[in-house]
């Protein structure tokens, strides 16, 4: 089995991103099986070199080794582009603005996302070239529900039409989006097993669909519960007490891990603990299902 790592490199690493981090490399380890690090640098404007660097440094800082590094996002236009031209037939230019999409007009789902209603679906060329600006690119979808028996969350259902919509896959300045893109990245590094945060379980549908039409094998997948801090936010890069840089310089790694591994649920008590343990025990039957209030080391 192949598992990955792929995080956002914006800056240091904190408890919140972590958390998946740790229980990704251990369903890997306990199923001796590969580790992918990729980094998602889609957006050049917030991500860097640097904060890879120190990504890794972090990584390596707990243990939390892999065993191979794929090329980042930013380096791999050529293979989102192959499969945005497979792609044609399905999509549309789309002009609709962020103020359109999120109107109190727009029909929403129930978690308050909007879902197009596809009002550019059947735009003729005069009308696309009256908007002198260029589109984004949506792919249409059917009236077809998914599901996705998740690891940790259980059956999860998604009707796109209803539920989503034709959604982009390509945005007005020309970079490709994160669905399509994590879909061809884990397609060609032969992944079957994706653990991230549950706040992406939602997502899950539209990179099924896009997996099958691209002829790429479905990964299982696991969506792990978010860390939440005090207020109820998931925990970020503004919460820096909870950020490695501090982290580090009060707690050793084991003592990290011990309290990632308590909050997971894997052992009764956020003592330290070494990485050979948690792999000797570690089951997902273990890991819980809800949300994690954490406030600050005491929690």
């Not at 070239?129 to 059917?142: D, E, H, I, N, Y």
């Not at 390509?170 to 653990?195: C, I, K, S």
């Not at 549950?198 to 990964?219: A, F, V």
């Amino acid at each position: 089995m192949t598992g990955r790592f792929a995080p956002t490199p914006s800056g240091r690493m904190h408890m919140g991103n972590l958390f998946s981090a740790l229980l990704a490399w251990l369903s890997v380890r306990r199923q001796g099986g590969e580790l992918i690090l990729r980094m998602e640098d889609l957006d050049t404007q917030r991500t860097s070199a640097a904060y890879a660097s120190q990504l890794r440094r972090d990584l390596s800082w707990l243990g939390l080794a892999w065993d191979r590094e794929t090329p980042p996002q930013s380096q791999r236009t050529a293979a989102y582009q192959a499969a945005f031209a497979r792609l044609a037939p399905l999509t549309y230019p789309c002009y609709c603005t962020r103020s359109q999409l999120h109107s109190v007009n727009a029909p929403h789902a129930a978690d308050g996302s909007y879902v197009y209603d596809g009002r550019c679906r059947n735009l003729t060329p005069a009308q696309q070239a009256a908007f002198g600006r260029a589109p984004a690119w949506r792919l249409a979808v059917p009236d077809t529900t998914i599901e996705v028996m998740d690891g940790v969350q259980g059956l999860y259902r998604e009707n796109l039409r209803r539920d989503c919509g034709d959604f982009i896959i390509r945005r007005a300045d020309g970079v490709f989006v994160y669905q399509l893109a994590v879909v061809v990245d884990d397609g060609e590094a032969g992944v079957t097993e994706v653990v991230r945060g549950r706040d992406l379980l939602s997502s899950t549908p539209r990179q099924m669909y896009l997996q099958t039409l691209l002829g790429l094998p479905h990964p299982k997948y696991y969506h792990v519960p978010m860390l939440l801090s005090g207020d109820g936010r998931r925990l970020s890069k503004r919460d820096g007490d909870m950020g490695l840089e501090t982290l580090a310089r009060r707690m050793s790694p084991q003592a990290v891990l011990g309290r990632l591994a308590w909050w997971a649920g894997l052992v009764e008590t956020p003592a330290p603990v070494d990485l050979d343990t948690l792999v000797a025990t570690f089951s997902w039957e273990k890991v819980r299902k809800t949300d994690i209030p954490v406030t600050g080391e005491g929690n």
